[in-house]
């Protein structure tokens, strides 16, 4: 990747390349070995986050619009712009990160091409929104319902979870990310459009003020419940912040540990015992998305095992909960479908709970 990086598009003629033209003949489409190169670099972005990791990943490897032929130096200094730190800062961390994320993809994407470890019938998702999991959790099996859409298109589920930073900070709700869809699906805006409220937004500072923690950070693992606003309209009745992202000083990156995002789980599925019965009727599904997977940087298997090791539990216990996953991607729903407890998948249109 750093070959590719250093070189630029343009000058990839006799450069040897071996892992990446054997990966990209796998499956290539192009005519010549740069072309499948270049295809196989630019499908392995499009997977990445849209928002500072996919477009660093774009200037630094100079498939940005008008970038091909800009020298190594000047896609270096545009990517750092986008993370707003030194060249040299970014060359040392924030350009392992996004090359290393980009490298990930790749094998992935080869890794399916081939065939990949799925079993007969897995991991086609053409025109699915959901999949229900049969897993194993201790001495029963328990279904599970998958979702691959985006998170706001979620109904008829009580709790959704929303990856947060420990400052309960929300973003923007332009923003891509879960917890900005989220805001956004809650807010209740007026004929043309005008935000009339953001209850999410006012529901965290109310209860930071509560807490005391107003300005500054929580430990890792804490979870803030608040309501849905207008998801409520859709079935989505209370929205669980778990703060599981460490901002980094003086960058717009995040630290994530998968111990912090066991914690979160487990705590927000005793929150969800604490709060089942202060509801009519009572709360009895949750939805998890894949905590820390967006800007947080962790790789899909490594937030769904976290994940999946707080919910295992409790469900081994006896716990009765309705638990749903969802994801943006087809391979971070084939990821979910492998977890290794896993007995087989199904497909029953007609379960309670799906989305629309």
């Known amino acids: 990747m750093q070959e590719v990086r250093r070189a630029g598009l343009l000058r990839l003629r006799g450069r040897e390349l071996p892992a990446l033209e054997s ?165 209740v805006r007026g004929v043309t459009g005008d935000l009339l409220d953001d209850p999410v937004h006012e529901e965290l500072r109310i209860w930071a003020a509560r807490q005391g923690t107003s300005g500054r950070p929580v430990v890792p693992g804490t979870v803030a419940a608040t309501g849905s606003g207008a998801m409520a309209e859709y079935g989505v009745r209370r929205i669980y912040h778990a703060a599981v992202a460490v901002p980094r000083a003086g960058t717009n990156d995040y630290d994530v540990l998968p111990a912090d995002v066991t914690r979160a789980t487990s705590r927000a599925i005793a929150l969800l015992a604490e709060e089942r019965d202060r509801h009519t009727p009572p709360l009895r599904s949750v939805c998890f998305p894949l905590l820390g997977s967006g800007r947080g940087g962790l790789p899909y298997r490594v937030s769904a095992a976290a994940v999946w090791s707080a919910v295992e539990a409790e469900l081994a216990r006896g716990a009765r909960w309705d638990v749903h996953f969802v994801v943006r991607t087809p391979e971070a729903a084939r990821v979910v479908e492998r977890i290794p407890a896993r007995t087989r998948p199904g497909r029953d249109q007609s379960a309670p709970g799906r989305s629309v």
């Open 23 to 187: 990966a990209a003949a796998s499956s290539a489409t192009a005519r010549t070995r740069e072309g499948a190169v270049e295809a196989l670099l630019r499908h392995a972005v499009e997977r990445l986050d849209a928002g500072t990791l996919r477009t660093a990943a774009e200037y630094t490897l100079g498939l940005a619009q008008g970038t091909r032929d800009w020298p190594a130096s000047s896609r270096r200094a545009r990517a750092a712009e986008v993370y707003r730190v030194s060249e040299e800062r970014f060359r040392k961390h924030h350009e392992v990160m996004v090359l290393g994320q980009v490298a990930e993809h790749i094998v992935e994407l080869v890794e399916l091409t081939r065939g990949g470890d799925d079993e007969p019938g897995e991991g086609d998702w053409e025109g699915d929104t959901h999949r229900f999991v049969d897993v194993l959790a201790g001495d029963r099996t328990v279904r599970l319902t998958l979702h691959i859409h985006p998170v706001d298109l979620l109904r008829d589920v009580d709790v959704v979870v929303s990856p947060a930073n420990t400052y309960f900070a929300l973003p923007e709700p332009y923003k891509s990310s879960v917890s900005a869809s989220l805001r956004r699906a809650a807010s």
